[in-house]
């Protein structure tokens, strides 16, 4: 592995301003890739394109809502605009909102689940795609989760597994094209303070012991019993975006400390 093996090469990761998207954008910039840094919580995304400055490294954020095809497509524009190419694009956003049985959601908080953790990867693929397809190549990872195989959050996790779903079948659509489409899905991570918190708060005593049950569930079903960190999924991510993989597409790699999905 070289440490300049995005060298030259125009990288986008979509919820960069924290957790996985951020070590992932950091990760990239080490490695010489210019960065297009996308995210809601515009703020901590500049926090991000100033770190990877003061390291040496080249970044633009970009304010957008990824859950609109105008959201993905101004996201597109901004990274055509400052780098004329995009080579990889990690499409990160997401994330539970509620945990708890199916049959507690209400209808508006499953259209809630969706819009937030499968729309965003489906409008960004559809926004780079065309962009890859005429330069002949390009890499794209989408991030899922180990989720599809878990309690307390069936909204999430068929939005998870329309993401691994959608990654394989365009995969095969792409591959005459020359652009690579794998999904890495991570287990239980340690993301630290949330630049914007995941779920609406204060949690109940009742969303607390569901909350738990998922935490319960997600140990027993990891083999390394602990959870992972964002560097761990940052180098998986690498390696499918980075030229070292070429021969490698439409595949799910979970990255979870032995769980599967």
């Known amino acids: 592995m070289s440490n300049d093996r995005f060298n030259a090469q125009v990288a986008l990761v979509t919820g960069a301003a924290q957790g996985i998207g951020r070590a992932t954008a950091l990760r990239l910039a080490r490695e010489g890739a210019a960065l297009i840094l996308v995210d809601r919580a515009h703020e901590q995304c ?11 490294g080249a970044a633009i954020s970009v304010a957008a809502d990824l859950e609109t095809h105008a959201g993905a497509n101004r996201m597109v524009d901004a990274a055509l605009e400052q780098y ?3 080579d990889v694009a990690v499409h990160n956003v997401g994330g539970t909102i509620w945990a708890k049985p ?8 499953m259209e809630r689940e969706v819009a937030r953790s499968l729309w965003p990867t489906l409008w960004s693929c559809r926004a780079v795609i065309p962009v890859m397809k005429a330069q002949g190549t390009g890499s794209i990872v989408n991030v899922g989760s180990i989720a599809t195989r878990g309690i307390h959050r069936v909204p999430y996790s068929a939005s998870k597994g329309g993401v691994h779903a959608a990654t394989v079948c365009m995969a095969m659509e792409l591959a005459e094209y020359g652009v690579r489409v794998n999904c890495v899905s991570p287990g239980a991570i340690d993301n630290g303070v949330r630049a914007t918190p995941r ?12 909350m738990k049950d998922i935490y319960t569930q997600s140990m027993r079903d990891t083999p390394q019993n602990r959870l992972g960190l964002p560097e761990e999924i940052a180098a998986a991510i690498c390696f499918m975006a980075a030229p070292e993989s ?6 799910i790699m979970y990255v979870a400390g032995g769980g599967i999905g």
Not at 199 to 210: A, D, H, M
Not at 246 to 251: D, K
């Open 46 to 56: 500049e926090l991000v394109k100033q770190e990877i400055a003061l390291n040496g």
């Open 84 to 86: 004329g190419r995009i």
């Open 102 to 109: 199916f049959w507690e959601y209400a209808p508006q908080e």
């Open 199 to 210: 779920n609406p708060l204060p949690l109940s005593v009742q969303e607390q012991g569901w």
């Open 246 to 251: 070429s021969y490698v597409t439409g595949q």
